[in-house]
């Protein structure tokens, strides 16, 4: 009998995934430590969020070149870090502030950087927010040592703050953010339990963990496997 034909090659998305490690220098554009906190996916590139970096990195992962957008003029003479970790909503990328008092937002498209002030709000606050997730066209930030959740409507560009310290106080509450449809998980960092927030509501839980993890320390980050979310061991 004759043999059927061969199947097409499978895309290259779709190819086994070898396990080697591609190191691109970017030496010649930037140098230092702490350069950058945090990785978004938009399309074939990757953002890089500016920690002590005077720059956003965009890595283009096709053609492996890496770019420097410069954004010192907007944002400058911040200590202890700009933002924290970010989220992409469509072809915009929005930062998580740190030490910074706005939230970046970055256009992928046109390389455009804008910095929306929330002084009003967070002003004298270090260390703002740790980790962000997207639900829709909000923006959640995990609040690290805020005394809030962060939310940032990237159609309107405007920032509201969402007080929680009647259930969780203290430093360094979250680090890690994870979206499920509308609720956005957060991953204790020295929080006593995991935080839920509805970013619809805008209403608060903190599931106590005590009893099973005491202490500080726990965890930073967080990623979904279907149903789950899943915790980074710090």
């Keep these: 009998p004759q043999r059927a034909p ?11 995934v070898t396990s080697e490690l591609a190191l691109v220098d970017i030496s010649d554009v930037i140098s230092g430590d702490n350069k950058f906190h945090g990785a ?21 992962a096709t053609t492996q070149a890496f770019t420097l957008v410069d954004i010192s003029d907007v944002v400058s003479g911040i200590s202890g870090g700009k933002f924290v970790d970010g989220a992409a909503v469509g072809n915009l990328v929005v930062f998580a502030p740190y030490n910074t008092d706005g939230v970046g937002v970055f256009d992928v498209n046109t390389h455009t950087f804008t910095l929306v002030d929330i002084s009003d709000v967070m002003s004298g606050v270090t260390r703002k927010f740790s980790r962000a997730a997207a639900v829709g066209n909000l923006v959640v930030f995990a609040p690290y040592d805020a005394i809030g959740v962060g939310i940032f409507d990237v159609d309107t560009h405007t ?6 310290s009647d259930i969780s106080v203290g430093a360094k509450k979250f680090s890690g953010a994870a979206a499920v449809g509308d609720l956005v998980v957060f991953a ?5 339990g995991v935080g839920i927030f ?9 599931v106590d963990i005590s009893n099973v993890l005491p202490g500080g320390n726990k965890f930073d ?5 279907g149903n789950l979310v899943v915790f980074t061991p710090f």
């Design 6 to 16: 061969a199947p097409p090659p499978a895309p290259p998305s779709l190819r086994r």
């Design 40 to 60: 978004v996916a938009v399309g074939n590139f990757v953002v890089f969020v500016p920690y002590y970096a005077d720059g956003i990195g965009v890595f283009d």
């Design 159 to 164: 920032f509201t703050l969402v007080d929680i």
């Design 188 to 192: 204790p960092y020295n929080a006593d």
């Design 198 to 206: 509805d970013a619809i509501t805008h209403t608060f839980t903190l």
């Design 221 to 225: 980050g967080a990623a979904i496997v």
